[in-house]
């Protein structure tokens, strides 16, 4: 098995991810009402960049008749196993808010999973 575990902890970037408690993302409470689950913040430092090998920093659309609006793909190189699609995952140094797309799960040779991200943001806010 190759070890990444060097190499994310050298290239890693201040990573948060909103963990989910295992209640399918809510309960009912006494009176019926649903109520969504508090999540439990994960604090990581992994490496996250964008897919391929472009010098952009993840950008692929700028623009819209109604403002600026960019949409991001990012790729995080990650030792967590098994987080959940659309799970979010924040930028801590960019104050970018992404959600998990889709992996690739390497666990069983490489220790890792590589989780493709995806994000909008319109005037440097996550939308």
Request: hydrophobic letters at 30%; proline letters at 6%.
């Amino acid at each position: 098995m190759f070890d990444f575990d060097d190499m994310i902890d050298r290239w890693g970037i201040p990573l948060e991810i909103e963990m989910g408690d295992g209640n399918d993302g809510g309960h009912y409470d006494e009176s019926g009402e649903w109520v969504a689950d508090k999540a439990v913040a994960l604090k990581v430092n992994e490496p996250l960049l964008p897919p391929g090998t472009n010098a952009s920093p993840g950008t692929y659309y700028t623009g819209n008749r109604g403002g600026m609006l960019d949409a991001w793909d990012m790729d995080w190189y990650s030792k967590q196993p098994k987080i959940a699609d659309q799970t979010e995952v924040k930028d801590l140094e960019r104050g970018i808010t992404y959600r998990v797309a889709k992996k690739s799960d390497y666990q069983p040779y490489a220790g890792i999973t590589i989780y493709n991200l995806e994000a909008v943001t319109t005037n440097g806010k996550t939308v």
